[in-house]
């Protein structure tokens, strides 16, 4: 498996403080930064060594804590609050 390069304007994670009432996990937060980079399940699956599965339930984690229901939506609103930060 090769590594692909990360787009150069790909959102990263903040290493402030989580404004939301239950934090993201470590996990949900490595999800999440895949997710900003466009990634399919399957991909972030590989790249974390988890399964599929895994992967749709930390999303499901993702969106209940952040209170979206859409992969896009996730992203839009974990930088809206801080949790994202662009490049």
């Known amino acids: 498996m090769q590594d692909v390069p990360e787009p150069q304007d ?7 403080p989580q404004p939301l009432v239950e934090p993201l996990t470590n996990r949900e937060l490595d999800v999440l930064e895949l997710l900003a980079q466009r990634l399919q399940n399957k991909e972030i699956a590989e790249k974390l060594f988890i399964s599929d599965e895994t992967v749709k339930g930390h999303l499901k984690n993702i969106y209940q804590k952040l209170n979206v229901s859409k992969r896009r939506e996730a992203v839009e609103k974990a930088m809206e609050v801080g949790i994202l930060t662009p490049r």
Do not use: L, R, V
């Open 10 to 16: 790909a959102p990263t994670i903040s290493a402030g």
